[in-house]
T-cell receptor
Framework: AQSVSQHNHHVILSEAASLELGCNYS??????LFWYVQYPGQHLQLLLK??????LVKGIKGFEAEFIKSKFSFNLRKPSVQWSDTAEYFC??????????FGTGTRLQVFP | KAGVTQTPRYLIKTRGQQVTLSCSPI?????VSWYQQTPGQGLQFLFE???????NKGNFPGRFSGRQFSNSRSEMNVSTLELGDSALYLC???????FGEGSRLTVL
């Protein structure tokens, strides 16, 4: 079955620390990959997406993600987090169709 | 460019009632998808409409239904509400999925 796994459920960091959130998906042919962020009390916002081309994707707010096809992974990174990055982060995969399958999310808390 | 608009933002219903939620996608976008977000189940796909046709459907019971109008606005309906239907219902516009702020449904 098609599935998306986010292994880190809750991550706590201090400001300026580096961030990497894991995302793995099950094999299913052509995939489009997404990372979304949901700030407290706000709606989902698209951070970045990968459809094809350069596997290193740069998004908004200094985030980037790398698509490693051989590992079925699409990990999210940020070199130096800020308190304002406190939010929940969702990885999502679209297999061949427009239907998105979401991971369970990772709650990130950044302390000053 | 206006974003995705969902109404109502909040509503409270009792078990057995039915509810209709509305979503207006970004102007010019013809695809609308609906998702249910709960603390326990996360984000789950409900259905997707394109040009008034349901193109995809998730694994939800028949109590959950939807439709799309010629102006791309979409509605979803949940009949015979159950406590477990309490959730944030999100609507998304286009393949890149610009999400609305959601309709938070509480079933008492």
């Amino acid at each position: 079955a098609q599935s998306v796994s986010q292994h880190n459920h809750h991550v706590i960091l201090s400001e300026a620390a580096s961030l990497e959130l894991g995302c793995n998906y099950s094999y299913g042919g052509t995939v489009n990959l997404f990372w979304y962020v949901q700030y407290p009390g706000q709606h989902l916002q698209l951070l970045l997406k990968y459809f094809s081309g350069d596997p290193l994707v740069k998004g908004i707010k200094g985030f980037e993600a790398e698509f490693i096809k051989s590992k079925f992974s699409f990990n999210l990174r940020k070199p130096s987090v800020q308190w304002s990055d406190t939010a929940e982060y969702f990885c999502a995969v679209a297999y061949n169709t427009d239907k998105l399958i979401f991971g369970t999310g990772t709650r990130l808390q950044v302390f000053p | 460019k206006a974003g995705v608009t969902q109404t109502p933002r909040y509503l409270i219903k009792t078990r057995g009632q039915q509810v209709t939620l509305s979503c207006s996608p970004i102007s010019g976008h013809r695809s609308v998808s609906w998702y249910q977000q709960t603390p326990g189940q996360g984000l789950q796909f409900l259905f997707e409409y394109f040009s008034e046709t349901q193109r995809n459907k998730g694994n939800f019971p028949g109590r959950f239904s939807g439709r799309q109008f010629s102006n791309s606005r979409s509605e979803m309906n949940v009949s015979t509400l159950e406590l477990g239907d309490s959730a944030l219902y999100l609507c998304a516009s286009s393949l890149e999925l610009f999400f609305g702020e959601g309709s938070r449904l509480t079933v008492l």
